[in-house]
């Protein structure tokens, strides 16, 4: 997927995880330094998790490197495959440690997410990912991965998404609503919540689907829906409060 034009960083605002590769090839499960075990994340399609008690804002980077917001302090270790960075302000004081940090993300890695008490922002990051917070709204724009998995998840708060690319897309809350466009027609579509309404776009020329809808109380609508569908392609879409509708764009 081809994404927007990327500013060039700053170096005053930011502090670069990348240094010359070297020592960070072990696989053991120890820490690493920082810049080794971001170059070798970036540079091999490694796993990434990371990790905060707060929000976090996911944006593009420039080059092949995972970069971090200088206000917040990273933490890296690796198990095998798996980087994972830890983010805090166990060092800084509360009113310089901000509630939605930047990590910025090259094209191409696997990102796994976990937020708590604030949400998750992406914005142009052409990755596989997997985001979830706890207390907050994810938000997702021009995002994604041509036939990569693309999971969307928090308990309170909504998951409102555009512009989506991914080959199996899954989306839930409990309390809040669900609305996602699709830029390219996932194979396969999940989408739940509890209390709100599901709303699913996909492009105009997508295949169908054979979509199963639910609500206790609401309308369900479709235009993608057809019984002779390829019967792996599957939309499954329910909540109990609140409407919902599969629609073409």
Known sequence: ???????HLMPTTLL?????????CDGGGSGAPRGDSALRAAASGDEVLISTDNGLRLRPADGDHITVDDRIDGHWSHHGDRWTLDLDCADRDDQSCPRMPYVKIPDGAKITVTARNAGIDVVDVAAALD?????????????????????????NGSVRATALQAGRLHASTVNGDVVMQCAAAPSGVTARTVNGSVDVTVPRDAPAYRVTMSTDNGRTATDVDAPD???NR?????TTNGDVTARRD
């Open 16 to 24: 670069l995880l990348a240094l010359p590769f070297a020592g960070a």
């Open 131 to 155: 985001v979830t917070t706890v207390n907050g709204d994810v938000t997702v724009t021009h995002s994604g991965r041509e036939h990569a998995p693309l999971r969307l998840v928090t308990r």
């Open 234 to 238: 599957l939309m499954t879409l329910s």
């Open 1 to 7: 997927m081809k994404l927007m034009s990327r500013r």
């Open 229 to 231: 569908a390829d019967r």
